[in-house]
Each structure stands twice: as structure tokens, then as C-alpha cells.
């Protein structure tokens, strides 16, 4: 026997152990048991010897449990019968070939991959109890090493070991093995040398570490091994042993709970929140982009449109259509003859290489909208942007969310960005360094109009020929466009040996012919195919929390578009100063501009007698020559009389609601707010309403000179920005001036003639023309004053001579003339106010009569 072995031995309990779950206790073993033994002089005595108890613990009979969201445990875990027979029939050696009586009472798993087994057995007086469970540990090693013992689940042999301790048999759920162990001391157990030889048994140690000791607590240390096995052994087989008298408590040093990963990422966010955004990128690069890409593909494509499929289009027709009225297409069905040459110049530009961009402009109403998606019907890819909708959106996450509805950009998870703000200011909070997480509303919107960039692309046929340019990539669609002339010419039944993109056979062809054909498709270029991006409302607001920006990133991203020749791209817009976002992204380029302007008389009478009976309404001229060519007008027009108003009442509606327009829009009449103000006065507008009111245009170099503008075109620009007025270019300057529509010309006229508010305006105006005139005659007086200081009291000049020089004379009697002038005007603006007064007294003494009679 080792003698240092069995000083590390203890006695176990001469009572068994109580389990939690052992089925089979031993308390129908007798409490003594006959022992034979055989001295040397060969007689035998026989001694009536105390049962013993001890416990064996084998370490890999299952998986280990290593939290709750492991399964193995629950799946693998075999049977308590099927670990006993085990026990007995293969892990135990058999009861026959063991010293001691020995005897298998019972067995107890445990959630940490091993199970107990309670044994019984008697030695004899030349036994200690030390050498006697040794005796028995060591065969069970010996049984284990002979045959092989190896569990399927991780291949690993099965260890046995004898539990010198009393250990805890608890089943606490929250409690998992671990690889480091605490073991808490009572005496000196011979520092780390005395730790390495008590534990160094179950497993290889990687370190031991000594606690430092911390008053009125007990002594700790911790050991790491390099596998989990062992510390569990460890821990089930000395938790309460007292060796040598150091009493030994052991624990595992941190349960891995389920939140373990989440404390580590929250304490550590400087590499967390990187790694973090670079896994979310990375996700988000995978697997959502290319769904966003092809989603915005289809909607391209219309590869979900119920009308590129002829089966669903007559199931449509035959359903739906025959309960619904099908809608006019186009203005051209309607009698808009004004718009055949902007629509065929349109066409022409849709045929060349996109090198440019579009810009369709007019007065809002003018049918802009219309008349581009009447030209781009037929086109096979298209994307429209709605403009007015991401103007009017209330916050930047709505123009987000409206323009991936648009474009069909799936999944969005908007929602992302509001937790990741929240996430990167509480990171700033904490540990004063900003995260990154959270995304600018530039960032957003460059990534959606990315994505779509890579969506067109995938849809043009010209995706390839960034670096070509414009003039070989026509040459290649007027060949496209002659091929696919001189197929139609041919007949039916002609097979072609030419194979292009433009067939549509399913016939099989040798390599030869599909080289060939690959050759052929090489060289065309349909320009009907290549993709048609329609910008609608453009500029339509210009002030707003995210106007500028929106505008500068449609405007770049457009230009991305056709100088890489993908797309052709079109701006509609009403702002007369969308060009100069334009001319900033794409310069030194010339668009292609097409400038709406409202109907003539013919042409709007016949859209009128398309949609109402010309002899139920004789009268018909008349109210449309009031409305005007303004498509919205004539339409709302239409709609009152069909609805069974009389002409006369439609066109009084309508008048009274441009009336009401105009006194909102251009007297600010409803603005509370003192900080909002117009680009012009209100008595500027009046002097332009009433040259506008008795004439269909006015020169603007006249109007431009008015006292009451003083040579400034601004206030001019904000009127057509606001669109009270219509300003038209001669060799690119302002030539003339219009009114805003057709119909404000009458809509001046009616304010015109409400005497009261005409008084108070003209009176405003002559006022402030005469305060104009005072100043400057104060003026013109002070410098008279100072030239009288050149002079003598007798009026002889002050330098000598005698004689006043002529240049003197001369600028007096230019300032004398100037006075004269500012006098008459002043007189004038004088008899002006007076009229004006009186107008207002004789209205307000009608007003009072008139309210004296009611009474």
C-alpha cells in the first residue's frame, strides 16, 4: 500500500448516503455480514464484521447540461433503469470478481453528465477501511481500462472515481458546470502544491490560482482545468471531504447562465457595437439586399402586373371591366392637338442614348404628368417617382417609407434606425465615444437609391456600355431598329437564320447556332427596352426640413444614371428654378426641355364637347373663354355641369374659388405668423394685377420700372414661384407676363370691382408713393442747402471771382426741375388718396343706411 495515498484517504459515513432519486436503496442488507479468513497456520476463523458504505461516481454517462437552451440533455439522457443496468452490467466489474462482499445498492444521475453509484462492503480486520475502498477503486479503473469503455455521444472513455467527500445532491436548475472551480478551505492544505496533488486526479490543470484571503471569510482558491469533465468530477467527488484536517468546499466558479454574452457585450462595447454593426451589414448585404434588388426588379419589370400576362388580362376584363368604365389614356383621345409635337419630340429623344436629361415644365395643371406617361406607356421598364407625395411627408422616416413604396424597396425596417439611435446614445452616455450605429437621413436615401441604381441596371440593356460612347451605342440602335423593321415586313412563315434578341422560338440549336446567336445579340439594342425613370413633381416645394437635400440626391443620383447610359431620366416639374439643381449635377450638358403651356380656345371647346352635349348647352363659349386652356379647370368645369349645376353656376364657382386664391395667396390676407413673409407687397401685386386685368400679357421691362419695384426683378420671380403669374422667355430673358392661369385674368377683374378693397389698395399705393416722393425731395433740398454754403449772402461765389461757375447753375436748375417734377407727383399721389378717401367714406356711409333700414 502507498502510504501517502491513504493519508489522503477519509473514512466515509457508516450510514448510506441519502439520494435524491435512487430507486433502490439497500435496507434490506443485513447490518453485519460473516467474514472467513485464513491465518497462516491455515485456520479458519470466522468474525461477525459491521457493513460498510461508500459511493463511486462515474463521469461521462450522458451529455452535460451546459445551459437551458440545450437540448442534448433532455434528448440523450437515457433511463434510470438503463443506467443501472448499465452500471451493473458493463461500467461496475461483476459482484463475484470483487473483494469485500461487494454490493451495488443504488445509483443517482446527475444533471452534470455523471451519476453516483452507492455500493456496500465489509473488510476484514487486516483491511483498513483506506485500503479496502482503494482496493475497490482500483479495480473498477482496472474493469474501465480493459474493456474500453467509450460513449457514442462524444467518444470519450468513461472514468471512475471514489467520492471521498459528502457531495451536494441538488437539482437547482440555474446551476451549470463549468470549467474553473472555487474551492473554499478551512486550515492549510500545503499552498498550490498540496491543491495540484489533491486535484490533479479528475484531469489536467491548467492554472490554480489562491485568493487573497479577506477577513472573517474562508480561504479560497481557484482551479481551471482544461476540459469540463474533470471539473465536474472534481467537484462531485471532494466537495466536503476533510483531508488531514483541511475541510474543502467546492463550487463552480461562474454558472454560464444565458445572459452570460449579453453582460460580455454590454461591458465591452468599444468591440461589441463594431462587431455588431459589421455582423448586421454583413446580414444585411446577404441575405436582404439581393430581396430588395429583385423586389424593385419586378416592380420594374412588372413582373407581377396582372397586364403582361394576356390570361389575367381578359380574366380581368371579363371580371372587373365589365362592372367599371374603362379611363381615357391619353390627352390625344381628348383633342389636345397642342401636344403632338412636344409628344413626338419626346419619342425621338426616348430613341437616342441616354447622354442627358429631360425636363418637362409648364404651369401646374398644364397636363405635364399626363402627357409623359401617355408617350412612356408602352415602355416595357419604367420607375416614376411621385414627388409631391415625399414633399408633403411630415417627417424624414415617412419620405423613407413613401419612397421605398414607391420603387418597391423590401424590407425597409425602418424601425431599425429608431433602436439603433436609442442604442448609440446610451453607448455615448456610457462610455463617451458615439457608436455608429445610427444613420443619417442622407445615408438612408443614398442606400435606397443604390439599391435601385443596381435594380435598373439589371434591367437595361445597355448596363455594360458605361465606357462607349453615345454615338457607337446609336449605331447600334438604329441597327436594333432596321432589324426589327425588316422583321416585321417579312412574312410569317419565314424562318430567319439570323437569331436576336428579339426571338421568341424555343427550337434547339447546335453550338454553332447558339454562337452565333450570341454574335447577333451582341450588336443590338432595343431602345425600347432600356429603362425610363419619370421624376414627377420635382422641386415641387422648396422650403421644408428635408427639401434641399431630397433634391440634391435625385438630382446626383440621375446624373449617375445617364452618364453611365443606364436609364433614361425625366424631370417633371412646375418650379422655374428646377433647372439649376439640374445644371449643377450634370454640367456642361444641355437638357432636352419641353415647355407646356395651356390650350387654345379650339382646342379646349373640344375637350368641353367631348364630354358634354353641345346642343343641351348652347351657351358653352362663353364660360370656356372665362375659364381659360388649364386642363384642371376645364376638367373641374366639366364635372359641375355634369353633376347638374348650369354653366353659369360652374364657372361662378369656379371664379369665386381663384378669387379667394388670389386674396390668400397675394394680399396675405389669413398669414398670422408676422415671421412668414412673401418675396413682394401687397400693393406690388395690386399694381400688377391691374395692368393684368385689361390685358391678356404686359411687358415686363415695364412693370419691371414701376416706382413700385425700382428695377428689382425679385419680387417678380417669388409671384411665378407662388404662381399668381406666368413669366415667358425671349433668347433666354423675361420677355412678357401673364397671369398665373387663364382664369385669374377674370378673377382680377372681379377684385377689380369690389370698390371698397379697390379704394383701400389704391389708396395704400398712393401713400406710399408719396412717402417715396417726400424722401426724395427732402433730399434733393438738402443738397440744395448745401450748395447755398458755397455762396455769399449778396450771392457772389465763396472761392472768388465774383460770378457763380455754370456747372453750379446747371445742378441747380436740375434739382429744381426735379423738385418741380416730385411736387406734381406728390399733388397727384395727394388727389389720389383724397379720391380714395371719399370712395371709402361713401362706402362706409352706404353701409351704415343700409344697415339703419335692416333695423
Known amino acids: 500500500m502507498v502510504r501517502a495515498y491513504e493519508r489522503s484517504l477519509s473514512c466515509l459515513p457508516t450510514q448510506p448516503t441519502q439520494f435524491l432519486r435512487s430507486k433502490k436503496a439497500p435496507t434490506n442488507i443485513s447490518s453485519r455480514r460473516r467474514f472467513t479468513t485464513e491465518t497462516q497456520e491455515t485456520t479458519v476463523v470466522e468474525e461477525e464484521l459491521p457493513l460498510q458504505y461508500g459511493l463511486l461516481y462515474f463521469d461521462n454517462a450522458y451529455p452535460l447540461k451546459m445551459g437551458w437552451w440545450d437540448i442534448r440533455y433532455s434528448l440523450l439522457r437515457p433511463g434510470w433503469r438503463s443506467l443501472e443496468r448499465k452500471a451493473k452490467n458493463e461500467l461496475v466489474p461483476p459482484e463475484i470478481g470483487m473483494p469485500f462482499h461487494f454490493k451495488i445498492g443504488g445509483i443517482e444521475p446527475r444533471q452534470d453528465g455523471g451519476m453516483f ?210 379611363p381615357v389614356e391619353s390627352l390625344q383621345a381628348i383633342g389636345w392637338r397642342e401636344r403632338e409635337n412636344e409628344e413626338e419630340k419626346l419619342r425621338n429623344w426616348l430613341k437616342n442614348p441616354p447622354e442627358t436629361f429631360a425636363v418637362v415644365t409648364g404651369p401646374r395643371g398644364a397636363g405635364k404628368t399626363e402627357m409623359v406617361e401617355y408617350v412612356i406607356k408602352n415602355k416595357t421598364h419604367k420607375v416614376v417617382i411621385r414627388c409631391e407625395e415625399l414633399a408633403n411627408a411630415r417627417s424624414e422616416n415617412e419620405v423613407l417609407t413613401t419612397l421605398a413604396r414607391q420603387i418597391g424597396y423590401i424590407p425597409l425596417f425602418q424601425f431599425m434606425n429608431a433602436i439603433n439611435n436609442m442604442m448609440d446614445m446610451a453607448i455615448t452616455a456610457t462610455t463617451g465615444q458615439k457608436a455608429g450605429l445610427s444613420a443619417t437621413f442622407e445615408g438612408q436615401l443614398k442606400k435606397i437609391l443604390d439599391t435601385l441604381t443596381i435594380a435598373i441596371q439589371q434591367s437595361s440593356p445597355t448596363r455594360d456600355m458605361s465606357n462607349v460612347s453615345p454615338e457607337a451605342i446609336m449605331k447600334k440602335i438604329e441597327a436594333t431598329l432596321e432589324e426589327k423593321s425588316r422583321r416585321a415586313e417579312a412574312s410569317a412563315g419565314v424562318e430567319h437564320l439570323h437569331v436576336s434578341k428579339m426571338d421568341s422560338t424555343g427550337k434547339d440549336k447546335d453550338s454553332k447556332a447558339r454562337a452565333k446567336e450570341q454574335e447577333e445579340r451582341n450588336k443590338w439594342c432595343d431602345p425600347e427596352d432600356i429603362p425610363v425613370v419619370v421624376i414627377d413633381g420635382y422641386m415641387s416645394r422648396d422650403k421644408g426640413p428635408h427639401s434641399k437635400e431630397l433634391w440634391t440626391f435625385l438630382a446626383e443620383w440621375a446624373a449617375v444614371l445617364v452618364e453611365n447610359h443606364v436609364a433614361h431620366v425625366i424631370f417633371i416639374s412646375n418650379n422655374v428654378t428646377a433647372s439649376k439643381p439640374l445644371s449643377k449635377a450634370l454640367p456642361n450638358m444641355t437638357f432636352e426641355t419641353i415647355v407646356l403651356s395651356d390650350a387654345t380656345l379650339d382646342s379646349a371647346m373640344e375637350f368641353v364637347y367631348k364630354h358634354l352635349d353641345k346642343e343641351e348647352y348652347p351657351q358653352l363659349m362663353q364660360s370656356v373663354k372665362t375659364i381659360g386652356g388649364r386642363l384642371t379647370d376645364l376638367e373641374l368645369f366639366v364635372q359641375k355641369v355634369k353633376t347638374g349645376m348650369s354653366p353659369q353656376d360652374a364657372v361662378y364657382d369656379i371664379l369665386s374659388r381663384a378669387v379667394i386664391e388670389i386674396r390668400k395667396n397675394a394680399f396675405d390676407l389669413d398669414r398670422n405668423d408676422k415671421d412668414k413673409t412673401v418675396g413682394w407687397t401687397p400693393i406690388q401685386f395690386w399694381a400688377v394685377m391691374k395692368e393684368l386685368a385689361t390685358h391678356d400679357s404686359v411687358n415686363f421691362d415695364e412693370l419691371k420700372i414701376h416706382p413700385l419695384f425700382k428695377n428689382d426683378e425679385a419680387p417678380f420671380s417669388a409671384m411665378e414661384q407662388a404662381e399668381l403669374v406666368t413669366i415667358s422667355h425671349r433668347n433666354g430673358r423675361p420677355f412678357v407676363v401673364r397671369p398665373g392661369k387663364p382664369i385669374y385674368r377674370a378673377a382680377f377683374q372681379e377684385i377689380l370691382s369690389d370698390e371698397g378693397f379697390a379704394a383701400v389698395m389704391d389708396l395704400q399705393s398712393s401713400t406710399f408713393l408719396e412717402k417715396e416722393e417726400m424722401v426724395k425731395v427732402a433730399k434733393w433740398e438738402s443738397e440744395l442747402r448745401e450748395l447755398s454754403n458755397l455762396l455769399h449772402t449778396d450771392g457772389t461765389w465763396i472761392f472768388g471771382g465774383g460770378r457763380t461757375p455754370t456747372e453750379v447753375e446747371t445742378r441747380v436748375k436740375w434739382l429744381m426741375r426735379k423738385l418741380a417734377e416730385s411736387h406734381g407727383k406728390i399733388e397727384k399721389y395727394e388727389q389720389e388718396a383724397n379720391t380714395a378717401k371719399k370712395a371709402v367714406a361713401t362706402l362706409g356711409a352706404a353701409a351704415h343706411a343700409s344697415n339703419g333700414r335692416e333695423k
Open 117 to 326: 453509484v452507492h455500493f456496500s462492503y465489509v473488510h476484514p480486520s487486516s483491511y483498513t477501511t483506506k485500503e479496502a475502498l482503494r482496493e475497490i477503486e482500483s479495480r473498477c479503473e482496472q474493469h474501465l481500462i480493459s474493456h474500453g469503455h467509450y460513449m457514442w455521444f462524444n467518444f470519450q472513455k468513461v472514468r471512475a472515481f471514489l467520492v471521498k467527500g459528502s457531495p451536494f445532491l441538488e437539482d437547482m436548475a440555474s446551476r451549470y458546470p463549468n470549467k474553473r472551480i472555487r474551492i473554499e478551505y478551512t486550515g492549510d492544505p500545503g499552498g498550490v502544491e498540496g491543491l495540484y496533488t489533491l486535484f490533479r486526479k479528475y484531469g489536467k490543470i491548467v492554472d490554480i490560482v489562491q485568493v487573497p484571503p479577506v477577513k472573517d471569510m474562508p480561504k479560497q482558491a481557484i482551479v481551471q482545468y482544461s476540459f469540463m469533465r474533470a471539473s465536474t468530477s472534481a467537484k462531485n467527488c471532494l466537495h466536503g471531504a476533510e483531508l488531514n484536517g483541511v475541510k474543502l468546499s467546492v463550487t463552480y466558479e461562474s454558472s454560464l447562465k444565458g445572459n452570460v454574452i449579453w453582460t460580455w457585450l454590454s461591458n465591452h462595447p468599444r468591440l461589441s457595437v463594431p462587431m455588431g454593426g459589421f455582423v448586421i451589414a454583413g446580414i444585411s448585404f446577404i441575405i436582404f439586399d439581393p430581396i430588395r434588388i429583385f423586389s424593385m426588379h419586378a416592380k420594374i419589370t412588372k413582373l407581377f402586373s396582372a397586364e403582361e400576362y394576356s390570361a389575367l388580362r381578359w380574366l380581368r376584363k371579363e371580371t372587373v371591366g365589365r362592372l367599371t368604365r374603362a
